[in-house]
Nanobody, 122 residues
Framework: VQLQASGGGLVQTGGFVRLSCKGS????????MGWYRQAPGKEGDLVAT???????NYVDSVKGRFTTSRDNAQNTVSLQMNSLKPEDTAVYYC?????????????????WGQGTLVTVSS
């Protein structure tokens, strides 16, 4: 399974960015979708997750500013990032966990997108 992320770029403090991530057609079902980020010189952190049929969960630092949503029919997950702060600067990664359909049957997968850089200038 391959994930293709898009969006990101350079934005000013207080601005907004929308990230999207699309999974390949071999996906049969997706349990969890989520977003992670890694700031320069720091370890990666969870940003938000959205389980199948459940409500999104957010890390405290982005609550009220970020919104994640999923489209199961399109195998996509999005992250709307508003009121951006310089500390939001990071490479953002999408992640999907579910089952993929191959000729030989169904298989579990845990896939990551390639990462997209969001830079928030002060």
């Amino acid at each position: 399974v391959q994930l293709q992320a898009s969006g990101g770029g350079l934005v000013q403090t207080g601005g907004f960015v929308r990230l999207s991530c699309k999974g390949s057609e071999s996906i049969f079902s997706i349990n969890n979708m989520g977003w992670y980020r890694q700031a320069p010189g720091k370890e990666g952190d969870l940003v938000a997750t959205i389980p199948s049929g459940g409500s999104p969960n957010y890390v405290d630092s982005v609550k009220g500013r970020f919104t994640t949503s999923r489209d199961n029919a399109q195998n996509t997950v999005s992250l709307q990032m508003n009121s951006l702060k310089p500390e939001d600067t990071a490479v953002y990664y999408c992640r999907m966990q579910g089952r993929s359909l191959r000729r030989s049957g169904l298989y579990d997968f845990d896939a990551w997108g390639q990462g997209t850089l969001v830079t928030v200038s002060s």
